[in-house]
């Protein structure tokens, strides 16, 4: 015997999501993944589209924060479940705190929905660099003197040569 369910509630669309929305790493990490997923595979590639924002500076300059790959899309493969955004961190010698990124999923192919509650991942970038503090030298020019000079940790005035 054959049983058969049938029903007229229509399939719910696929949702495509991030899975974290909150992550923190520091400046020199190198680098971190971005997970968007789905929450079932689908027979065909899927575009997400998505904006940046946040106090971080993407580029390729040397006091740029990161850089990253795609232009705003990420395609997740058919019969996939998730796809991967990468942020290059650059460890650049600016101090600068604590910086963020926002990722925002903006837009995606027809068919599929976007969870409003999980489209938005805060990446914190925690500083790795400090301003120098005891035993370390540091530059003055002393003031009545036309010469620069080092002056030590001490306040001892050291000729500069």
Known sequence: M???SCSDDPIPNPVVS??????TVNEGDGSVDIDVVLD???SKDIVVKYSLSGTAQEG????SDYLIDGDGELTIEKDQTSGT?????NDDFVIEGTETVTITIVDVDEGIDIDL??????IAINENDHIPTDGLVSY???KGNSTDQVGASDGTAIDFV
């Open 18 to 23: 991030f899975s974290e929305t909150n992550v």
């Open 117 to 122: 509650e999980a489209n938005v991942v805060e």
């Open 40 to 42: 079932r595979a689908v």
């Open 60 to 63: 390729t300059t040397a006091t």
């Open 2 to 4: 054959f049983l058969a």
């Open 85 to 89: 955004i990468t942020l290059e961190l």
């Open 140 to 142: 003055y020019n002393f």
